[in-house]
């Protein structure tokens, strides 16, 4: 949930209860399939938990907020590294559910019950995130949907009863991520963590030796940039790191000499966060002009020296975008069983949420 807990108290659970849901799910989808008669052998049903339970293997400290900061790899490729090292230590054991991941394996309905546009990842993290910040519009027929799932020439279908599941579903993830994922605050204190990460390492990559390496969140960076971690052997040490390496960073560099670091670090830590400004349109100029003078005049009360002001109200100010879509009909399209057998792509028995083109929110940040 990244740093939905500013907004959310009790938003704080963690991958690993997420990983073992959507196993559950993933059980329980497999024996709702075998029950219909769908032919899966027992190394199909173990290649498939053990897929749905790696999924998630390789994000980092606070998930999506930090993708490639703290190493350069996106998380995916991070979990299958993940599971290649296991499989190493396993004796092949994970062949099977490597292939199902890689969207390999001749079967692929065992693929899209991990990723897709309707899988096991989806139903559990919207009842999760759901039930652990109290939006209850997150709430989706979980059991119905997979009840109502089906196999046609190895891929999955969602059967035509169910046509009304899908849409909630569709409408509890959009409301899901503009309420949770996307809540203004959200997304300026997850902003606010990147800047700081981008500032740390930005300094430590300009004089290493300056940079205390008292946090295994700073020694992880310092060894990536002299090289000591690299992309063969950074994952033990990856592994290792979670939230509180970053917390623990954080509070160390309050009184840091940057301005910039301290001055986020202190912020983050004491919710003092940025003003965000959300529009349907790109922000005006002369808005954010406005708001850097603003600052600037607020710097130069503080004591900053007027050369170090641009460089400074440049990293505390910050234009971005975040988008979001229900549903994309370029990806993988969920398919429906019709009563007379007939298999059809759902945009052609729904439109809610369907053809809605992707949604793009304009935002700037800055200091209060």
């Known amino acids: 949930m990244g740093l939905s807990t500013y907004v959310y108290p009790s938003a704080n659970h963690s991958r ?19 029950e219909k008669g769908i032919a899966i052998d027992d190394k199909e049903y173990e290649a498939v938990c053990q897929a749905i339970l790696l999924h998630d293997i390789g994000h980092g400290p606070f998930s999506h907020g930090l993708e490639e900061l703290i190493f350069p790899k996106h998380h995916e490729a991070i979990s299958l590294d993940t599971m290649s090292a296991l499989n190493v230590e396993m004796g092949g054991q994970l062949d099977l559910a490597i292939s199902i991941f890689k969207k390999e394996y001749h079967r692929p309905f065992l693929q899209q019950l991990v990723s897709s546009q309707l899988d096991m990842d989806r139903l559990d993290y919207l009842i999760r995130d759901s039930f652990h910040t109290g939006v209850a519009e997150g709430v989706i027929g ?54 700081f990460v981008k500032r740390l390492v930005e300094l430590a990559e300009i004089n290493p030796q300056a940079e205390d390496s008292d946090t295994a969140f700073m020694e992880f960076v310092k060894k990536r940039i002299n090289g000591t971690i690299n ?36 912020h983050i830590l004491n919710r003092r966060l940025h003003k965000l400004i959300l529009n349907d349109s790109p922000i005006k100029s002369d808005l954010i002009a406005e708001k850097r003078l603003n600052l600037e005049a607020l710097l130069l009360k503080q004591g900053v020296h007027p050369e170090n002001l641009d460089q400074i109200v440049n990293r505390l100010i910050y234009i971005g975008t975040e988008s979001n879509q229900a549903y994309n009909r370029t990806k993988e399209t969920i398919q429906v069983l019709r009563k007379d057998g007939k298999v059809l792509p759902i945009s052609d028995v729904l439109d809610t949420l369907i053809n809605v083109k992707k949604i793009t929110k304009h935002y700037l940040c800055y200091p209060r």
Do not use: C
């Open 231 to 266: 992309d063969t052997n950074y994952l033990e040490e990856f592994a290792r790191l979670d939230d509180v390496d970053v917390l623990t960073a954080i509070k160390a560099t309050v009184n840091h000499p940057d301005f910039i670091l301290s001055y986020l670090s202190e």
């Open 142 to 195: 979980y059991k119905r949907l997979i009840s109502m799932m089906n196999v046609v020439e190895d891929q999955l279908v969602v059967e035509e009863k169910a046509i009304f599941s899908i849409e909630k579903f569709l409408v509890a993830r959009h409301i899901m991520y503009w309420q949770v994922y996307l809540h203004k605050t959200s997304i300026v204190a997850e902003r606010m963590l990147k800047e």
């Open 16 to 34: 690993f209860s997420h990983a073992l849901g959507a196993l559950y799910l993933m059980t329980t989808a497999i024996h709702s399939l075998r």
